[in-house]
């Protein structure tokens, strides 16, 4: 699993979250790659956490995540803020050597 697949899955998750229909396609756009792109990251990172994220949706009126999808939106975008912050914080300190 990469970063990148955490990013992109957390973006799909949140989007479907407010707006089911396309949220894989819009994610897909948002990021500029392939739907199927998107399905392989959401792939890895559920294989990874061993979960699946999102439900197999039989009608509109279903939830479009699963409890753990749920709680990956909830808690991913502190996640991803700090990672990025991580990285900040070692690049600087790369440039001071």
């Known amino acids: ?15 479907v979250s407010k707006q089911p229909r396309g ?14 792109t998107i399905t392989e990251a959401v792939k890895r ?3 990874a956490f061993n979960v699946r994220l999102f439900a197999k949706a039989r009608s ?3 939830e479009p995540l ?3 999808g749920r709680a990956f939106v909830d808690h991913g975008k502190t ?5 990025q912050l991580l990285r ?8 001071l050597d």
Do not use: Y
């Open 1 to 15: 699993m990469r970063m990148i697949d955490v990013q992109m899955v957390w973006d799909a998750a949140d989007i």
């Open 79 to 83: 996640f991803l803020e700090s990672f």
């Open 45 to 47: 990172v559920e294989a």
């Open 66 to 68: 699963t409890a753990p």
């Open 60 to 62: 509109d009126k279903e």
């Open 23 to 36: 949220a894989r396609s819009r994610t897909a756009e948002k990021h500029g790659v392939s739907r199927a």
């Open 88 to 95: 900040k914080l070692v690049q600087d300190a790369q440039n």
